[in-house]
């Protein structure tokens, strides 16, 4: 099965953590998740592997069945690694996670109709590491890092949007944020280690009361527009120039809100409530669950022209193996398709956010 590495790198308070706690409270512990047809026919959950014995007899992995719900809830609980994500926003750190000291990893399956898809691990790196990357012990971590950086299939930039709201007074004020932000840092990694790559710039905290209220009613068009023309710009190109499957998107998100609000207030002990987590995620795996239905599709294809022609019970047999097989084929060709769909509506609705400047072309639809 396919493995998809997903690298969310940023610097320290960017909000890297709470950006994957949303991916926790969006993916895992919602039983509601991110659907990709419009009749809840096909649905797509990241459950971590450790979870998957607790409820390999069923036949949903989010049963509506009290029992197992409380057991997956248990097993959450029972995780240092989930517990620091979803329970440690304490009254000690201000409701706040604390700083990512080590580098930790999930091993997720996606899933579709109880059907596993691909493994999906997401990556959460020290912020310290970008932002001081120059000390000997730090600078060979860094350089580390960079190794695995460019080795990750699709890249989650984190731009914290308060950040960059205190910048905008200003062409160098702008910079400055930039460099806070290390922005330009990290996607210099990227652009000199060239691969087949999904990337998004997730612009965290957008609904923080530093964000005008303006900002958020113009779907943060102007944070946006200042991140097109001073990454976007410049790095497009590069990033989709090195190969088919290479995208980037710029997609405001926030995990403690609706992204609407007006004020960014702190409730100890309350659900994460993640906005746009979700397409950022599926924006990132895109391009590969694409190609992993076509495989499918096409293993499929083969099977059926391989059972040949038969007589008798053997015939019969034939036949129900066809059947089974062409009905994979239409699941696979589903999933494809509403994912091509789900895509393009993201895309669409970045474009009216950020119209691509007129001198980049080649644009991936």
Do not use: W
């Not at 690298?7 to 039983?31: D, E, L, P, W």
């Not at 895309?347 to 639809?365: D, F, H, L, S």
């Amino acid at each position: 099965m396919k493995k998809i590495r997903i690298a969310v790198i940023g610097g320290s308070g960017s909000g890297k953590s709470i950006f994957i706690s949303g991916v926790i409270q969006s993916f895992i512990r919602n039983t509601c998740n991110f659907t990709i047809s419009q009749g809840n026919e096909i649905s797509f959950h990241l459950h971590t592997k450790s979870l998957i014995e607790i409820v390999s007899d069923s036949d949903s992995f989010f049963d509506s069945n009290a029992t197992l719900e409380k057991r997956m809830n248990e097993a959450i609980k029972d995780s240092e690694m989930i517990d620091r994500y979803t329970l440690g926003r304490d009254n000690e750190s201000g409701g706040f996670l604390d700083n990512t000291a080590l580098m930790t990893e999930f091993n997720m399956v996606l899933r579709g109709n109880s059907k596993d898809i691909m493994d999906v691990v997401i990556t959460d790196y020290p912020g310290e590491l970008i932002d001081s990357p120059n000390g000997t012990e730090l600078k060979d971590q860094y350089d580390a890092l960079c190794r695995q950086i460019a080795e990750s299939d699709a890249i989650i930039v984190i731009a914290d949007a308060t950040m960059i709201a205190e910048h905008l007074g200003s062409a160098m004020e702008m910079q400055n944020a930039l460099r806070v932000l290390r922005i330009n840092q990290i996607f210099g990694t990227l652009n000199a280690n060239p691969k087949r790559r999904s990337t998004v710039i997730a612009v965290t905290k957008s609904d923080h009361n530093k964000v005008t209220a303006n900002m958020k009613s113009n779907g943060f068009a102007e944070v946006c527009s200042f991140l097109r023309k001073n990454v976007y710009s410049v790095t497009y190109t590069t990033i989709t120039g090195n190969g088919a499957g290479n995208y980037l998107g710029i997609i405001p998100v926030t995990a403690v809100g609706d992204g609407k609000t007006n004020e960014h207030n702190v409730i100890i002990d309350h659900n994460i409530q993640a906005h746009n987590i979700d397409k950022a995620i599926m924006f990132c795996l895109y391009p590969y669950l694409s190609s992993a239905c076509e495989e499918m599709i096409g293993e499929c294809e083969n099977k059926i022209i391989s059972l040949g022609f038969s007589v008798g019970e053997e015939r019969r047999k034939r036949a129900a193996a066809n059947d089974v097989l062409s009905e994979k084929i239409s699941y696979y060709k589903k999933i494809k398709n509403n994912t091509t769909a789900i895509y393009r509506s993201i895309t669409e609705e970045m474009k009216e956010v950020y119209p691509v400047p007129a001198t980049i072309t080649g644009v991936k639809r």
